[in-house]
């Protein structure tokens, strides 16, 4: 199986294109059709079986190069996104494809402490590249 761009698709490359960063900001939870709302740290760490200060760093990352697998694994469920289930990795791209407005974080009461410096995080990683 090919790629678009003609290289291999294996799971490396996959998770290339959603760094842990990018995951956690895509986080959300229905609450109603149409309607979803951000999902806090407290809830990821519960979900995923991870202690609240793995979760916290693993947010903050750009890259899933020093995370172990098991804990990234973890973190992606505990976050609601299978980087291997197109469904999800076709629904992440699509909102990234055009500038993503984040609405369901900016009106999350999580907003200045987690979410907005996770947006800067993300934007600066993606300058760099």
């Known amino acids: ?30 609450v109603a059709t149409k309607h979803v709302r951000a999902v806090s740290d ?40 299978d980087p291997f289930n197109c469904y999800d990795r076709n629904r992440a791209m699509a909102y990234n494809r055009t500038s993503p407005r984040y609405t369901y974080l900016k009106v999350s009461p999580y907003w200045s402490n987690t979410f907005k410096p996770l947006i800067a995080i993300l934007r600066a990683a993606n300058t760099n590249n």
């Open 1 to 30: 199986m090919k790629s678009i761009d003609g290289k291999k698709r294996n799971p490396w490359r996959i998770l290339e294109k959603f760094p842990p960063v990018l995951v956690r900001l895509l986080a959300k939870k229905s």
């Open 42 to 81: 407290e809830e990821i760490a519960v979900n995923a079986e991870l202690p609240l200060n793995v979760v916290k760093h693993i947010s903050k990352q750009t890259s899933w190069d020093s995370i172990p697998i098991g804990d990234a694994e973890r973190f992606c469920s505990g976050c609601g996104f």
